[in-house]
C-alpha cells in the first residue's frame, strides 16, 4: 500500500513543485490551497501525512493541526508543518501544537523526502500495538494508551497532562533510566534522525517538561543537566 500525503499549501508552484517530488517518490498525493477545505478533505482522504503549510487563507496551520488532533480520524496522520520564516519555528515549537516535524522554506528536495520517509517510519500510531509500558518507582508511561502517571510517596497518583513531544521525551527518559543523553541523540529520539534544526529545541522541551513532573523545576530531582553533555533522568530523590 503506497501512503498518502495530503499537501496544504496556497502557493501553488511550491504544491506543485512538493508534489511532483513525492509522486516520484513512489507517494500518492492530493493538494488544497485552502484552509477551510481541508478538515474535509482529511475526512474523506484519510491520508497518512499531511504537509501542512503554516500560513493559508481560511484557517491558518496551527488552527488545522490542533483541530486534527482533537479529532478522531480513522487515521491519525502524521503533520509536517511548513513555515516560510526560521524565526517563527522556536515559537511554534514552543506552541506544541501536535505537528509532528516541522521545515522551513526554501527547503531542498531531498530533505522533504527525508522528513516524510522518517515520519512514515516511525509506528507509535497507526494501529500496530506492541503494547509498550515504561516504569520506574515514580513513574510509568503507557506508549499504547498514550497515559503517563507520577505516583510519589504519600501522595494519590496523578495523571500527566503532557503534549506529544513531552510524552515522547519522558517515554525516552524512562526506557533507559540514569543513562546520559546527549541533545542530539534525544533529537533522533523525538524527530528523527533527519532533523535539520537547532539543539536548543531540546532545552524547551526538557524545560516544559520539567514543569510538569517536578516538585521545583528550578531544583530538578529527575531531569538532570549533565553539563557539556546533555540530560540525564534519575528516579531517585
Ligand atoms: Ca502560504
New binding site residues.
Partial sequence: MKPTILIV???RE?AQLIQNMLETEGFICQTCGDGAEVLQIVQALQPDLIIL?????GLD?LEICSRIRQQSFEKDPYILM?T?RAEELDRIIGLSTGADDYLTKPFSPRELVARVRALLRRSLRGGQSSHLIYQTKYFTVDVDHHAAQRHLPGQAVETLDLTSLEFKLLQTFLSHPGRAWSRTQLIDNLWGNDFFGDDRVVDTQVARLRKKIESNPAQPQFIKTIQGVGYKFEDEP
Avoid at 503549510?53 to 487563507?57: A, E, G, N, Q, T
Fill in positions: 499549501e496556497d502557493e511550491i503549510d503554516l500560513m493559508l487563507p496551520g511548513l516560510a
